[in-house]
């Protein structure tokens, strides 16, 4: 294979087996095909393409349930973006947005909480999360020994609110608690104490307005797909085990085994496996074992669990300017710690989807609890919830679809973090190769989420994963292909492309 130039017949080239159907899966076939490589599989587990990017019809007017990904963060330099704005899958992420603008905050007994008021501590806490930022971007020590998002926020939010009068400070103290809670779901963990303040600011937000994608995310996949050879991704074909050291007398230096006992040989293997599902499996997953600080770096990083909640009605159940109900909960209220009757209060909001769906979002322990709910016990409580806060009646949804990422034996959680005792190091350590002995080009690549520096849990980030590894490959047989590592998206012809 040495030196081996661009093939473009069928399964000619290096061998190449991709473990994982999901964004960033496609991305490194549909890169390798590109460049002509053809001789690649990729092997998924389930019937479908995609992973955690799933959208779900909800009912005949075409409209989607978004059981994983659901927005494109940011526009700058987002390839997702790049993807959908030149496919025309865009729109504002709703229809009448214009309308349906309004932000309500109520507590659990209906009272509406002041717009004034809300924006003031949203300013507060939006410059507290500046701060927790600003450790890891200016390599400025922690004030504490393995300190946390959720410490530091509680330390300084307290600083900031002690001179307001008893009243005034509880209800600042308690849309606090929403948007941490809110802060737990975008960061993707339990509670934002898990959560390591000096590798906060490593996570890079893109700028630009977060679009959601009206015919479903999954749109993206199929434009992603559309140069793969259909006969090379392998549905329902579940990996057991990758022996990645089979010996310099080996044809092939990776062996990939599959549960129902197939082997398949190549030269190379991408994983894209979650995270969780390494966390779980790593030590059976690969022969011989991970090294040392691959199992360290992987046993280290946060993956958590975060969860949706839709409820279909039969008509609009809140008025039509409403886009979020925003849940103002007192956690000291709860007086049962059983969470049969209390996890719905890590919802913190319902969003409008559409003008009969909304979504609640909701993390950590509380959305794997969920997940043992039967769907009548989830519409019971949330109708329940509901009519209290707008004190009116609510009829029984007609549909409860809810997602199950904890439970989910492909993923085994939602997404990752950076959490207390890892760092941004642990990611890059991660995402190195393995080399088989006596092989000189390494054999074993991962991609995926997890294993992007700065846009870990995002779907710009798993793509650009999959690219940097098909980019790794095509450059080991190709070193004039000029095709380039565009994993942080700095290329300068790529930025222009994007803000065109
Ligand atoms: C609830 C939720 C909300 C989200 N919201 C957003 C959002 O708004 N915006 C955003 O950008 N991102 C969001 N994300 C994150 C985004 O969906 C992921 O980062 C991205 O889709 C991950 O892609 P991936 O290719 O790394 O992994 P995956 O999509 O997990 O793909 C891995 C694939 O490997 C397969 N697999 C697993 N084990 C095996 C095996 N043994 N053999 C063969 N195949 C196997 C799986 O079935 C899966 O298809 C969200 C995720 C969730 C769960």
Redesign the pocket.
């Known amino acids: 294979m040495e030196g081996e130039e661009k093939q473009n017949g069928p399964n000619v080239g290096p061998k190449i087996i991709i ?7 496609i991305a490194a076939g549909s890169k390798l095909a590109q460049q002509g490589f053809n001789n690649v599989k990729i ?4 019937d479908r ?5 799933w959208s779900v019809p909800t009912d005949a007017e075409g409209n989607k349930a978004e ?7 940011g526009i700058e330099r987002n390839p ?1 973006y790049q993807i959908a704005d030149e496919n025309h899958l865009l729109q504002l992420r709703n229809k009448d947005k214009s309308f349906r603008r309004k932000d309500v905050y109520m507590r659990e007994d209906g009272e509406v909480i002041s717009e004034r008021l809300v924006k003031e501590v949203d300013f507060t806490y939006g410059m507290l999360i500046s701060k927790c930022e600003e450790f890891f971007a200016c390599s400025v020590p922690t004030p504490e020994e393995d300190d946390s998002v959720g410490a530091f926020l509680d330390r300084t939010f307290e600083e900031n609110v002690e001179n307001y009068s008893n009243g005034n400070r509880r209800l600042r103290e308690l849309i606090f608690w929403h948007h941490k809670l809110l802060e737990c779901c975008i960061s993707g963990c339990d509670n934002l104490h898990e959560v390591s303040l000096a590798e906060f600011g490593s996570y890079e937000s893109l700028p630009g307005i977060h679009y959601t994608i009206p015919p479903g995310f999954e749109a993206v996949l199929d434009i992603l797909k559309q140069n793969i050879p259909k006969e090379n991704i392998v549905f329902n ?4 085990c990758i022996n990645w050291d089979l010996g310099p007398d080996s044809e092939y230096p990776v062996c990939v085994e599959m549960e129902n006992g197939e082997k398949h040989y190549a030269n190379h293997v991408i994983v ?3 995270l969780g ?1 390494l966390k779980a499996s790593s030590d059976r ?1 690969f022969s011989p074992p991970l090294p040392a600080a691959k199992q360290q770096a992987l046993k280290k990083l946060g993956f958590g669990v ?3 909640v839709f409820l279909v009605f039969e008509e609009p159940i809140v008025d039509a300017d409403v886009f979020r109900l925003n849940m103002i909960w007192d956690p000291d209220t709860v007086v049962d710690a059983d969470l049969r009757n209390s996890w719905y209060r890590k919802i913190y909001s319902f969003e409008v989807v559409h003008e009969r769906i909304l979504v609640g979002w909701l993390s950590g322990k509380e959305a794997v609890f969920m997940e043992s709910l039967t769907e009548e016990q989830i519409a019971a409580d949330c109708v329940g919830i509901l009519k209290k806060m707008l004190k009116h009646d609510i009829p029984a949804p007609i549909r409860v679809i809810r ?1 199950r ?1 904890g439970t989910n034996q ?2 085994k959680g ?2 990752s973090f950076i959490a207390v005792g890892s760092t941004q190091q642990d990611i890059l350590e991660l995402s190195k190769p393995l080399s088989s002995k006596g092989v000189s080009k390494p054999s074993v690549l991962f ?4 294993t992007h520096p700065n846009f870990y ?6 793509l650009l ?2 690219h940097r590894e098909a980019a790794n490959i095509i450059r080991m047989y190709n070193p004039d292909s000029g095709v380039e590592d565009n994993s942080d998206q700095q290329d300068s012809d790529q930025q222009d492309d994007v803000s065109n």
């Open positions: 473990i994982g159907a999901g964004i960033s899966g092997f998924e587990a389930s393409i995609g992973g955690r990017i059981m994983g990904a659901n927005w494109i963060h997702i074909a579940p990996v057991r894209t496996v979650s599902v997953f975060v969860n949706k997602t990422w492909l993923t939602s997404y991609a995926g989420e997890a849990s995002t779907t710009h980030g798993a994963t999959g």
